[in-house]
């Protein structure tokens, strides 16, 4: 079975750009998380959906950040304004339906800001 | 709010040796307790868990109890090998709200 899948997993771009990060969450499974992983700050949540909707998002840092999950296959992660800050790598994660947390998590995409 | 924590990497050990990560927690209620493991370029996978006092978890020959008289749920393995080499995540969840609380990993470097 296909895991979830991610893409790009390495996105280079310059301040100011938009970035636009993609996840493809496990068939069958009805919730979806975007982490954010760096040295500094460790696993951040960002947002999570349930059932397409969001949930919570009060991880989002600020308003350049932005997720939707237009079906139960596709979710996005945009950035606009990029800034050399939001260098991380994002990873996306989803679960079977019920709270388990047990999660499974994509490869992730490797994201640099110059 | 709910916290975890756990110790501070990086570990270093030679093969065989054994390995212990210490994790205590800060919760209302009674969440679950998870160890997830992070290898190099890789996104995090579950390693094991347990979901109410005194059980259990083991998986790939690690163990971990769930302590709630001393908040803890410390990671161990009797006889660690090179392909161990791995970022070690501590973390808890509790149904409501249904997110994972993560501690800030451990790195562990085995050498041959």
């Known amino acids: 079975d296909a895991g979830v899948i991610q893409s790009p997993r390495h996105e280079v771009t310059e301040m100011g750009q938009e970035v636009t990060l993609r996840c493809k969450p496990i068939s069958g499974h009805d919730y979806l998380f975007w982490y954010r992983q760096t040295m500094m700050r460790g696993l951040e949540l960002l947002i999570y959906?349930?059932?397409?909707?969001?949930?919570?998002d009060s991880g989002m840092p600020e308003d350049r950040f932005s997720a939707k999950m237009p079906n139960a296959s596709f979710s996005t992660l945009k950035i606009q304004p990029s800034e050399p800050r939001d260098s991380a790598v994002y990873f996306c994660?989803?679960?079977?339906?019920?709270?388990?947390?047990?999660?499974?998590f994509g490869e992730g995409s490797r994201l640099t800001v110059l | 709010g709910d916290s975890v924590t756990q110790m501070e990497g990086p570990v270093t050990l030679s093969e065989e040796a054994f390995l212990t990560i210490n994790c205590t927690y800060t919760?209302?209620?009674?969440?679950?307790l998870f160890w997830y493991v992070q290898y190099p370029g890789e996104g995090l996978q579950l390693l094991l868990k347990?979901?109410?006092?005194?059980d259990k978890g083991s998986n790939k020959g690690f163990e971990a109890t769930y302590r709630k008289e001393t908040t803890s749920f410390h990671l161990e393995k009797g006889s660690v090998q090179v392909s161990d080499s791995a970022v070690y995540f501590c973390a808890l969840h509790k149904a409501a709200g249904n997110k994972l609380t993560f501690g800030g990993g451990t790195r562990v470097l085995v050498k041959p």
């Open positions: 959906f349930n059932n397409n909707v969001p949930i919570d």
């Open positions: 994660a989803s679960s079977l339906p019920g709270p388990t947390g047990e999660l499974f």
């Open positions: 919760a209302t209620g009674y969440p679950s």
């Open positions: 347990a979901t109410k006092a005194d």
